[in-house]
């Protein structure tokens, strides 16, 4: 089956880093488009950035500058490394990736990103 296992969130202040990792299995890891979404409390759920098979990278036009999307298809994992963070970047992340659109993405169990001093 499909699995995604994010880790790397946790609390730092602003203007900080984190590094979230997501490693997945049960796809061919090579061929798919990977991204990260984010839900802040009270929010829908919002898309940070995509990554293409090919390594081509998308963002969302507030994480543009400080967000950096990247991708191991040697370990089967996408990364998000989050840069000058800010208050408003609280939020569970999502790893996410819909290798084909007859069924519903998959998503990962989310993790907890807390930006405050």
């Keep these: 089956q499909v699995q995604l296992v994010e880790s790397g969130g946790g609390l730092v202040q602003p203007g900080g880093s984190l590094r979230l990792s997501c490693v997945v299995s049960g796809i061919i890891f090579s061929k798919n488009a990977m991204g990260w979404y984010r ?40 990364y998000l490394q989050m840069n ?26 989310g993790t907890q990103v807390t930006v405050s001093s």
């Design 39 to 78: 839900q802040a409390p009270g929010k829908q759920r919002e898309l940070v950035a995509l990554i293409s098979s090919g390594g081509s990278p998308n963002y969302e036009d507030s994480v543009k500058g400080r967000f950096s999307i990247s991708r191991d298809n040697a370990k089967d994992t996408v």
């Design 84 to 109: 000058s963070l800010q208050p408003e970047d609280t939020a569970v992340y999502y790893c996410w990736t819909r290798p084909t659109y007859l069924r519903p993405p998959y998503w990962g169990q």
